[in-house]
């Protein structure tokens, strides 16, 4: 069965930190590209950051990039995303996938498979 779990998240203040985890298990993580989404109410799932299988490639939305750090540890089968400089419009509801999009797909939702049920971050002002 497959499952990601995210956790890290919660209530920081404007300019603040976070470090959201995703513990994998039930498939060959090291054979996984992985992301991160996040959504708001009212809003549609929008890309934050990814990275290739191979972990040679990352790719991040420009508003995030200089502030949002995404890693992995195949070892332990977990996906990082460290998130500094915090801001309100940051809050949302994060969610790590895992797939095998091509590297043109890598900031597509629909070219991830699995995914985690999200947790929370408010940063507030």
């Known amino acids: 069965q497959v499952q990601l779990i995210e956790s890290g998240g919660g209530l920081v203040q404007s300019g603040g930190s976070l470090r959201l985890s995703c513990a994998a298990s039930?498939?060959?993580?090291?054979?996984?590209?992985l992301g991160w989404f996040r959504r708001t109410p009212g809003r549609e799932r929008e890309f934050v950051a990814a990275?290739?299988?191979?972990?040679?490639?990352?790719y991040s939305a420009d508003s995030m990039k200089g502030r949002f750090t995404i890693y992995r540890d195949n070892a332990k089968n977990t996906l990082y995303l460290q998130m500094n400089s915090l801001k309100p419009e940051d809050t949302a509801v994060y969610s790590c996938?895992?797939?095998?999009?091509?590297?043109?797909?890598?900031?597509?939702?629909?070219?991830?498979?699995?995914w985690g049920q999200g947790t929370q971050v408010t940063v507030s002002s």
């Open positions: 996938a895992a797939g095998r999009p091509s590297s043109t797909a890598m900031t597509h939702a629909l070219g991830y498979v699995y």
């Open positions: 039930g498939f060959t993580f090291s054979d996984y590209s």
């Open positions: 990275i290739r299988y191979s972990g040679n490639s990352i």
